[in-house]
């Protein structure tokens, strides 16, 4: 993990900057909500760690910061920065870091596909007893079989869901399907198939905006519906429509961009969940290709494991790419009232 502690002038500079971005609770208890005991700060924005695999927790932590985020979203799970083998011994020490630079940790990431995936319960409990009790899985990565019966296709998940929702009976913990579209579970409309039958506090959604859209279309208005006592964070990205064309065919393929360049309506999104009350992490991934000058090809963040992969831009430009994203988020959120202004 690198160094075990944090200087005091870098922490007071940590502080300093999440501060100015950091948004306030109407309320909940620290202990359930993986916030710092001192207060109750809620996060505006919660990083999602995985672009962060090129740096050490103490600079995945600055950067975070510095680049206007209140919360960070660590990933437990094979090549990050907590290895699920090693979960009671450093997540709470990595929460302390975070917790001690001002920033909030309202949920994991964990690559849990059910109850029996290696270290579940220790990833449970560790993550529950430091009040975080909300974690996302990846429950089964794989397209529908077109060929087949799909219906069937979306019922075999139904034991790892259950398996999932006993395991966190016992540590009162959420776990959220994320909707990633392409896979099964992966749209609003079959997620809710697939827990509407569970108790919402024990399995949810994560859902992802861009995907969402993109798969949905104008329907996800009527899917969100569907599936709000479940939808418990929102992951946020954009998407545009690319045409890609080929002889004797025309495709238009889905692609997630920078935000306010692409199709989502954030605008009606956002303030949609907020005349439901919707008061969970708002957590953004950075998806799109970054072009880098004297790069053949395009910057990808989304991949590497922590330790093989290196920043392939000043840090300074990346720190300002993400604090781009940053404000046009929080912006959306100050306006529309899902975050107080």
């Known amino acids: 993990m690198g160094s075990a502690d944090i200087s005091r002038r870098d922490t007071l500079r940590m502080v ?16 359930e909500t993986g916030l710092p005991a001192a207060g109750a700060l809620r996060p505006a924005l919660t990083l999602f760690s995985r672009h962060l695999h090129w740096a050490s927790v103490e600079e995945a932590i600055e950067v975070t910061a510095s680049a206007g985020f209140g919360g960070i979203a660590w990933t437990v799970r094979p090549g990050a920065h907590v290895l699920p083998e090693n979960v009671a011994r450093d ?14 940790t309202p949920l994991i990431v964990t690559g849990l596909r059910n109850a029996q995936s290696p270290y579940a319960e220790a990833i449970v409990e560790t993550a529950a007893g430091l009040g ?6 990846q429950i089964e990565a794989k397209a529908y079989d077109f ?9 075999t998940l139904r034991p790892a869901v259950a398996g999932l929702v006993r395991l966190n009976e016992r540590y009162g913990a959420t776990a959220l ?7 099964l579970a992966g749209a609003v409309w079959d997620t809710w198939l697939l827990v509407r039958d569970f108790d919402p506090n024990r399995i949810g959604i994560n859902f992802d905006t861009g995907y969402g ?14 599936a709000r006592p479940y939808i418990r964070s ?38 949609y969940f907020q005349s439901t009350g919707f008061h969970g992490p708002a957590e953004v991934q950075f998806e799109y290709p970054i072009e880098v000058p004297g790069r053949a090809a395009p910057l990808d963040l989304m991949v590497g ?37």
């Open 177 to 183: 399907i994320h909707t990633h579209g392409g896979m």
């Open 147 to 155: 060929s087949g019966d799909v219906p069937a296709q979306l019922e």
């Open 305 to 341: 494991d922590v330790g093989t992969l290196q920043l392939a831009m000043p840090k300074a430009d990346f720190i300002a790419l993400l604090k781009r994203d940053a404000d046009f988020y929080a912006a959306r959120l100050r306006d529309t009232g899902l975050a107080p202004a």
């Open 132 to 137: 975080i009790r909300t974690y996302r899985g």
């Open 16 to 31: 300093g900057s999440a501060a100015l971005v950091a948004l306030h609770s109407s309320g909940g208890d620290a202990a």
């Open 213 to 226: 859209t993109m798969w949905a279309g104008r329907g996800w208005t009527e899917a969100v519906r569907f």
């Open 91 to 104: 997540l709470p020490r990595v929460v302390e870091l975070t917790h001690r630079a001002g920033l909030n």
């Open 234 to 271: 929102l992951s946020l990205k954009d998407f545009r429509w690319r045409l890609q064309e080929q002889p004797g065919r025309r495709q238009w393929l889905g692609e997630i961009c920078p935000p306010g360049q692409g199709m989502v309506d954030f605008q009606e999104m956002f303030s």
